[in-house]
């Protein structure tokens, strides 16, 4: 199973201040058809998760231009430019290049 | 607008079996592929299994932990998702969710417990 590891797995943020998440990937997520099989997740307190990021690097409809996705292979990165107190919540990154299908651990992030 | 609603989640003792169902709107429900991923109390998304589409074969793909107890079907008719589950222990306790990766339901809790 390819195994993700998120890190950290929780942080503090002020509002207006950005933030970062790292996932590794036990395995490369890139396909031979070019695309790579990484997404990002947030699940707000109370609701199921919704999509932020697809493939890497692309937003899902309606997400707001302060999420970038970024990397490649084994490493990703979720950056959020300016923390807004609707962000609070659990992120996930995802890999479904493989069977199964796997999920990091999850950070939760919070506001100071 | 995308919907997927879950429903059929209850208590149920353990060795008990469940059916729970998921209906999708505002999407060609036939041509999804379609996951379960399951949510234990306070933990993270564990996905469970999958079904393809019908036109890129149907079939449907397990996690090990539930390979042999939990079916996964499809009503294309119906628009509606299936997963049945049998042997059910007290682990299995969660919520389910149904999701295409892009949308997912609200989910549907699941106890087992004596």
């Known amino acids: 199973d390819i195994v993700m590891t998120q890190t950290p797995l929780s942080l503090s943020v002020t509002p207006g201040q950005p933030a970062s998440i790292s996932c590794k990937s036990s395995?490369?997520?890139?396909?031979?058809?070019?695309?790579?099989?990484f997404y990002w997740y947030l699940q707000k307190p109370g609701q199921p998760p919704q999509l932020l990021i697809y493939e890497v690097s692309n937003r899902f409809s309606g997400v707001s231009d302060r999420f970038r996705g970024s990397g490649s292979g084994t490493d990703f990165t979720l950056k959020i430019s300016r923390v807004e107190a609707e962000d609070v919540g659990v992120y996930y990154c995802?890999?479904?290049?493989?069977?199964?299908?796997?999920f990091g651990q999850g950070t939760r992030l919070e506001i100071k | 607008e995308v919907q997927l609603v879950e429903s059929g989640g209850g208590l149920v003792k353990p060795g008990g079996s469940l059916r729970v169902s998921c209906v999708g709107s505002?999407?060609?429900?036939?041509?999804?592929?379609l996951s379960w991923v399951r949510q234990a109390p306070g933990k993270g998304l564990e996905w469970i299994g999958r079904?393809?589409?019908?036109?890129?074969?149907?079939?449907?793909d397990y996690a090990a932990p539930v390979k042999g107890r939990l079916t996964i079907s499809r009503d294309d008719s119906k628009n509606t998702l299936y997963l049945q589950m049998l042997s059910l222990k007290t682990e299995d306790t969660a919520v389910y969710y149904c999701?295409?990766?892009?949308?997912w339901g609200q989910g549907t809790l699941v106890t087992v417990s004596s």
């Open positions: 999701t295409t990766g892009h949308q």
């Open positions: 995802m890999q479904t290049i493989q069977l199964p299908i796997t």
């Open positions: 395995q490369s997520l890139l396909h031979s058809d070019g695309k790579t099989f």
């Open positions: 505002g999407f060609t429900f036939n041509d999804a592929w």
């Open positions: 079904i393809k589409a019908k036109t890129d074969g149907g079939t449907a």
